[in-house]
Nanobody, 121 residues
Framework: VQLQASGGGLVQAGGSLRLSCAASERTFSIGWFRQAPEKEREFVAAIIWAGGSTYYADSVKGRFAISRYNPGNTVYLQMNSLKPEDTAVYYC??????????????????WGQGTEVTVSS
């Protein structure tokens, strides 16, 4: 499975960006993770293709929204009310069906190359 993340850029605090993750084929779920400089990779959001159940990190609830475009294999991450602390490289990842926490990055089987998001204050 190949994943292509896009949509990152520079935005002022309070602004919005929409990230896209195009997958070569559909898997069980797609997740977004981010990694800021000198910090560990952290979970942002995830969505299950079948049914569309969504999961969010507490830090982004109410500001970010993950969605899927069923005719294609694309997942979006709409990011609103961005804060400087949202600055990071954002990665999308896909996983096969398994019993594991959606936020556990080690459980994801395929990773995209990342797209950089910079939020200025």
């Amino acid at each position: 499975v190949q994943l292509q993340a896009s949509g990152g850029g520079l935005v002022q605090a309070g602004g919005s960006l929409r990230l896209s993750c195009a997958a070569s084929e559909r898997t069980f779920s797609i997740g977004w993770f981010r990694q800021a400089p000198e910090k560990e990779r952290e979970f942002v959001a995830a969505i299950i293709w079948a049914g569309g159940s969504t999961y969010y990190a507490d830090s982004v609830k109410g500001r970010f929204a993950i969605s899927r475009y069923n005719p294609g294999n694309t997942v979006y991450l709409q990011m609103n009310s961005l804060k400087p602390e949202d600055t990071a490289v954002y990665y999308c990842a896909a996983r096969r069906p398994k019993i594991a926490a959606m936020a556990a990055f080690a459980e994801y089987d395929y990773w995209g190359q990342g797209t950089e998001v910079t939020v200025s204050s």
